[in-house]
């Protein structure tokens, strides 16, 4: 959103081969933190959980930009975008879907940390896994992504 001045930003164009390898690392450097601060956790449940409530806005954030890999619009709304990610790659929302409820202090029916930290690294992994394959598929096309 613009809020002042000259917009500086819309004239410019990212190439998507620039943009995958860019969330390609931002996603693997994101993971290691994940996976190295887990086994911080040593078996902590609140810790894994408040882990993966502060992890979720920079991977949902990621996934938007997976998202622009494979279409030239995404919702602005994070999970959304998810939701349209996952017609391209195979993730199950509802772990991150979870995640967000309880960042936002909502009730949520049962549920084990350790599992639901495990389903939420193998979804970013598929994530991680799709971004990597995106340029050997070649669907990656000779095109700027705005």
């Known amino acids: 959103r613009m809020l002042f001045g ?3 930003v819309s004239p410019l164009s990212v190439h998507s081969a620039n943009l995958r390898f860019q969330l390609e690392h931002e996603l693997n450097g994101k ?3 994940l996976r190295s601060r887990y086994l911080l956790a040593r078996g902590n449940r609140r ?3 408040e882990l993966m409530i502060r992890s979720l806005s920079s991977f949902l954030i990621l996934c938007r930009g997976a998202l622009r890999l494979y279409q030239p619009t995404v919702p602005a709304k994070k999970l959304e975008a998810l939701g349209e990610l996952a017609k391209y790659v195979p993730i199950h929302t509802q772990v991150f879907t979870t995640i967000a ?3 936002a202090g909502q009730r949520v029916a049962r549920y084990d940390s350790d599992e ?3 389903e939420y690294v193998r979804m970013i992994e598929l994530v991680v896994d799709a971004v990597a394959s ?3 598929s070649n669907r990656l096309e000779r095109r700027e992504v705005s």
């Open 6 to 8: 000259a917009d500086m």
């Open 31 to 33: 993971l290691m933190q």
């Open 47 to 49: 810790f894994v959980t």
């Open 101 to 103: 409820q309880l960042k």
């Open 116 to 118: 639901l930290f495990a």
């Open 134 to 136: 995106v340029l050997h």
